[in-house]
């Protein structure tokens, strides 16, 4: 199995920034991608940010710009940086990993951004 616990998150005023991790443990073998997703109340998840084990990084438009995904290999950890934050960023992020295909998720974490 594989765990994932997310940190990171909290209340954060528009333009503020938030840093979340999301670090990964047990039956870790390859990786073969992380990421983040969101999911706002009333709306469906989405997703927001995805690294592969080797670098490459796809990011959802209305983010681009503002946040920065990165990976630490060694520590199995994934790390979302969010600057110029808006109050429609408000929601619950979600780590992601994708490991031979099966997709593991973590508890989620609370973002609210207020105006």
């Known amino acids: 199995q594989v765990q994932l616990v997310e940190s990171g998150g909290g209340l954060v005023q528009a333009g503020g920034s938030l840093r979340l991790s999301c670090a990964a443990s047990?039956?870790?073998?390859?990786?073969?991608?992380m990421g983040w997703y969101r999911q706002a109340p009333g709306k469906q998840r989405e997703l927001v940010a995805v690294?592969?084990?080797?670098?490459?990084?796809n990011y959802a438009d209305s983010v681009k710009g503002r946040f920065t995904i990165s990976r630490d290999n060694a520590k199995n950890t994934v790390y979302l940086q969010m600057n110029s934050l808006k109050p429609e960023d408000t929601a619950v992020y979600y780590c992601?990993?994708?490991?031979?295909?099966?997709?593991?998720w973590g508890q989620g974490t609370q973002v609210t951004v207020s105006s």
């Open positions: 992601n990993l994708v490991q031979r295909g099966i997709p593991y």
């Open positions: 047990g039956s870790i073998f390859s990786i073969n991608g």
């Open positions: 690294i592969t084990s080797g670098g490459s990084t």
